[in-house]
């Protein structure tokens, strides 16, 4: 594993763990994280930081491709809600990694975070984009996870 997409992976997981710690009760919840009742979503699964810069194309049939290869190189998946939301899976691409590009139904406690995260990736051989997320996100720790009808 290359240097950079090392620091891609450790940056993603930490920003993930620490929505997962939260989202599953472990330690404090602060200010910057609030808990809700289960909630269900539905919504297609994307590659978040395609999404963020781009997300009239993330969800196309024709960035598959491109999609896949992020998240084979540890970018994280979400699930973007029918009201343009994005849900960020506390356990990382494990559970819709299979779905990506597909529109599901997930359930699960949702945490709403606060704090930035930024998303890190490789560009190349030496170079490195991030994507920093301000003004609050959302984790979901998935209860159920299954393809719906659009």
Do not use: W
């Amino acid at each position: 594993m290359s240097v950079s997409r090392f620091a891609c992976v450790c940056v993603v997981a930490i920003g993930l763990m620490t929505g997962s710690a939260a989202a599953a009760g472990h330690g404090r919840t602060s200010k910057a994280a609030e808990k809700t009742a289960a909630k269900t979503i539905t919504g297609n699964v994307v590659d978040a930081a395609c999404f963020m810069i781009h997300p009239s194309a993330a969800d196309t049939p024709s960035h598959h491709e491109c999609g896949t290869a992020c998240m084979k190189s540890g970018v994280p998946l979400a699930i973007v809600a029918e009201d343009g939301s994005l849900y960020f899976p506390a356990d990382g691409n494990k559970q819709v990694a299979p779905l990506y590009g597909q529109h599901v139904k997930a359930t699960g406690i949702v945490t709403e975070k606060s704090d930035p995260m930024e998303l890190k990736m490789s560009v190349g051989q030496k170079n490195t984009m991030t994507v920093k997320v301000e003004g609050g996100y959302r984790v979901i720790e998935i209860q159920t996870l299954a393809k719906a009808a659009k």
